[in-house]
């Protein structure tokens, strides 16, 4: 989760160097198409899946809702700074674990709902409604965390039953598939280093999800998904250096609260597991 959070952090330095020179829905197509060439060693894998109707279906949610996500995450990247986008994204744990507890039925005690509660608060935070403009990017990032939240639940599931890399590949596949009519519509020739960017953005996006896959099926949810929230540290310092971007303080007020409530739920989490876990004289007939 380390490196998918460094990942991430890097494609959205390299999306907004692409800028607004071509449309969301393009800079997304292109993106995915580019990183096709990454997806050959996953063949093999691919092959060896016995593709049913309930794991097809699966794969074709994670990339509807990851398509839908993607275009609004570009979109942002033209419209507000590096840090408000990070932080904004922070939100993706709070919809990941309402999602989980009424769709696969983990338990919502009171300690993770008040962490919860904090965690909104933290949102609001970042956004400040009523004492600043909300710009188009910041309602397009709430959007973005939604759809991405459903695309990490259904990850989850599928890294239980295939290999990551086929996660990632039929992921990778589908999500062109379904940007293509959009992209198409409103196509504008990418120059050359649009090209590059764009192929070095598939590079990292492919890594990081990667790595996100292979963290989902080693470790539950709540404990790898906080690691991620390292980004915010990484996208302010890009702000400023690579930008001129002004550091925001409520910015970094809200992503702590963000920050603290859900690692407040890991640790907890932990405790108890280790509570519930036998010792080895305990084991021991």
């Known amino acids: 989760m380390l490196a998918t959070g460094f990942c991430l952090v890097t494609v959205n330095v390299l999306v907004k160097?692409?800028?607004?020179?071509?449309?969301?829905?393009?800079?997304?197509?292109?993106?995915?198409?580019?990183?096709?060439?990454?997806?050959?060693p996953a063949i093999p894998a691919i092959r060896a899946v016995r593709f049913?109707?309930?794991?097809?279906?699966?794969?074709?949610l994670r990339a509807v809702a990851h398509a839908i996500g993607v275009c609004f995450w570009f979109f942002s990247m033209t419209r507000i700074p590096l840090g408000d986008v990070t932080a904004?994204?922070?939100?993706?744990?709070?919809?990941?674990?309402?999602?989980?507890?009424?769709?696969?039925?983990?338990?919502?005690?009171?300690y993770r709902a008040s962490a919860l509660f904090v965690a909104f608060l933290g949102g609001l935070v970042i956004l400040r409604p009523g004492f600043r403009?909300?710009?188009?990017?910041?309602?397009?990032?709430?959007?973005?965390?939604?759809?991405f939240?459903?695309?990490?639940?259904?990850?989850?599931?599928?890294?239980?039953?295939?290999?990551?890399?086929?996660?990632?590949?039929?992921?990778?596949?589908?999500?062109?598939?379904?940007?293509?009519?959009?992209?198409?519509?409103?196509?504008?020739?990418?120059?050359?280093?649009?090209?590059?960017?764009?192929?070095?953005?598939a590079f990292f996006a492919t890594i990081a999800h990667y790595c996100m896959t292979r963290a989902f099926a080693v470790?539950?949810?709540?404990?790898?998904?906080?690691?991620?929230?390292?980004?915010?540290?990484?996208?302010?310092?890009?702000?400023?250096?690579?930008f001129g971007e002004a550091l925001d303080p409520f910015v970094l007020l809200g992503g702590a609260l963000i920050l603290g409530s859900v690692s407040?739920?890991?640790l907890r989490e932990a405790r108890l597991k280790r509570g519930r876990t036998p010792s080895p004289e305990q084991t021991k007939l």
């Open 17 to 40: 160097f692409v800028g607004e020179g071509l449309p969301p829905f393009e800079s997304a197509f292109l993106r995915f198409v580019l990183g096709l060439v990454f997806l050959i």
């Open 133 to 147: 403009e909300i710009d188009a990017g910041h309602v397009a990032m709430i959007f973005t965390a939604i759809f």
């Open 264 to 266: 407040f739920i890991t």
């Open 52 to 60: 049913t109707r309930r794991l097809t279906g699966l794969f074709v």
């Open 149 to 201: 939240a459903i695309g990490y639940l259904t990850a989850n599931r599928l890294s239980k039953e295939v290999p990551a890399s086929v996660v990632v590949a039929m992921m990778s596949l589908i999500v062109p598939i379904c940007l293509a009519p959009l992209a198409l519509a409103h196509w504008v020739t990418p120059s050359l280093p649009q090209i590059g960017l764009l192929f070095a953005t």
């Open 219 to 242: 470790a539950p949810m709540a404990v790898v998904q906080p690691v991620t929230f390292l980004q915010l540290v990484w996208a302010m310092l890009f702000g400023v250096v690579l």
């Open 88 to 110: 904004m994204n922070f939100m993706n744990p709070v919809y990941v674990t309402l999602g989980a507890a009424l769709f696969f039925g983990e338990k919502l005690g009171l």
